[in-house]
């Protein structure tokens, strides 16, 4: 995935958006993410260059509150202090946000956090961290870890007020990384020189057509380490361990019980068991016979206080919630609205009321319309999209990019222009000197 990005960039020529897109967020950037999930940031790149540029975004903090009361915010994919324009990636400022539209919505009673990120910019994950930990006891704030919280996303994850940790889910990579990447062989090569006029020593440190200097190498591991350091002292503070602990992991993944063993989870749980512990335990009545129940926290060994009648007028019962669709109505509906067999195969194992089945459906046809407009298979992505978003976009992505990619086009190839011949010439040499000298100048946490 990464060659074939880094080809495409190269195609679209230095100057293009989706090259200034890269070089902007991925180096001379202090980043806080987990190193081989690196591709995910690229992917999210590149789609949103080639392939949701006419769409609406879908990448969304909002919280979804359920009718008992628990915000959900989902928090996905790679992270970054701002948003950077259209369809740019979840943002740390975002997050806070959300949270803090939940704390004062009193509908709100507790905050969960789901979390399937590797991580991403340093800057701003701190900021974020210390402001949930600074809201424990406002309300409850867990993390439900489905299935990723890496680097700057285990930073998020710890600041909750418990951890859980899904059968697979992963947690740890608690370090940082700087990369640089040097294009001095294949200037050379290609007889280009560059010549930098600059005020002030450091001006240039860093710059890719150069190689990286020791000076430079040693400021940059200065600021590595210390990056490091305080990512380790949050985890530590965070989640009640020593220091010394939390970086005895060296920036390891963990999952399961090894890392509650660890100190780096509270419990194994997957997202559906800990929305129901989030659920308040409230009193129940038996319908019927006006004699309340035992609740969840009454001791069932005392006695229930008799009650003497009362002659007070009965309050009206509550109107009943909308009756839950059968199957049977449910696959008709999404027939009906002209939707494949997968599709109907993942929503018809889900609980619906009409009006809720007609939104949803109303949201995957606009998400059809918009797939097909761009040529894919817009029923396989829809129902990859349901399975999981995340998914869905990695599938409209990898078929976008076969239609973009000439080397698995299904056509043949034009006549090769003069000029064409000279930009493959230029690539190759570019390939070479990669390989032959190219390092990574990247902070990742």
Known sequence: MFQKMMKTIRRLGPHSSLAAEVHANLYGQVLAIEETHLNAYLTHVFANQEMLAAGPSMVSSSPIVSESGVAVLNISGPLLAREVGFCSPLSYDAIRGSIETALEDPRVNQIVLRMDTPGGHASGAFELAEFIFESRGKKPIVAAVDPLAASAGYLIAASADRVYLGP????????TAWMHESIAGMNEQMGREVTTVYFGAHKVDGNRNFPLSEQARAR?????????????????????????????????????????????????????????????????????????????????????????????????????????????????????????????????????QLESLTAKLAELTELREHFGSLGLD??????????????????????????????????????????????????????????AESSDSKIWG
Do not use: C, H
């Not at 697979?168 to 370090?175: A, D, K, L, M, N």
């Not at 919630?321 to 999404?334: E, K, Q, R, T």
């Not at 399975?387 to 006549?415: C, H, K, Q, W, Y």
């Open 168 to 175: 697979t889910g992963q947690v740890g990579s608690i370090g």
């Open 220 to 352: 940059a591991q200065s600021e590595v380490d210390q990056l490091g350091n305080e990512f380790v002292a949050a985890v530590a503070r965070y989640r009640g361990l020593t220091p010394d602990a939390v970086a005895a992991t060296e920036a390891l993944v963990y999952r399961g019980q090894e890392a509650i063993n660890l100190g780096l989870a509270d419990e194994l749980a997957d997202f559906d068991t800990v929305l129901e512990n989030a659920m308040p335990k409230e009193q129940s009545v038996t319908l019927g016979t006006g004699a309340p129940s035992v609740s969840a926290e009454a001791d069932p060994n005392q006695p229930i206080a008799a009650t003497e009648p009362t002659t007070e007028p009965q309050q009206p019962a509550a109107p009943a919630a909308p009756a839950a669709m059968d199957a049977g109505s449910v696959l008709n509906a999404v027939v009906q609205a002209g939707f494949a067999e997968q599709t109907a195969v993942q929503l018809v194992t889900q609980e619906w």
């Open 378 to 435: 817009a029923d396989s992505v829809v129902a990859a999209y349901l399975r999981s978003p995340v998914e869905g976009f990695r599938m409209a992505m990898s078929s976008r990019e076969e239609d973009l990619d000439p080397d698995i086009s299904n056509t043949p190839p034009a006549p090769r222009t003069e000029e064409e011949i000279a930009e493959e010439r230029s690539t190759a040499m570019w390939d070479k000197a990669q390989t």
